[in-house]
């Protein structure tokens, strides 16, 4: 085989193999995005009062058969006890104030 035609067979490979990777790529980055945004932890945004947070919470657990319970501020974050229908304690979580991210420390 010529060197000429070595090196289109090279080309037309090279091209092929980067469509399909790209191809790849973008398809995962989307199947992450897709699953980030169906696993949500707050509202990515900051949040300043604790009526903020509440509306978060009522968000986030809207449906759960659950009670969220007094908002504490502090520092850094908002905090909550989540309660069971009888009113037993299941979860305590925090509100980071500044990206509105909702994570338990029960």
């Not at 897709?34 to 945004?45: D, I, N, P």
């Not at 974050?77 to 305590?92: G, M, P, Q, S």
Request: glycine share 2%.
């Amino acid at each position: 085989m010529n060197s000429a035609r070595k090196q289109k067979s090279i080309n037309v490979v090279a091209a092929v193999l980067s469509v399909l990777f790209s191809l790849m790529f973008s398809t995962a980055f989307t199947c992450t995005a897709s699953a980030a945004q169906q696993r949500s932890y707050g509202e990515k945004k900051v949040i300043t009062t604790a009526e903020e947070a509440l509306k978060t919470l009522k968000k986030h657990f809207e449906k759960r058969d659950v009670v969220i319970g007094e908002v504490a501020e502090k520092e850094l974050y908002f905090e909550a006890e989540i309660k069971d229908l009888k009113n037993a304690v299941i979860d305590k979580v925090i509100i980071d104030k500044r990206t509105g991210r909702i994570r338990s420390i029960y």
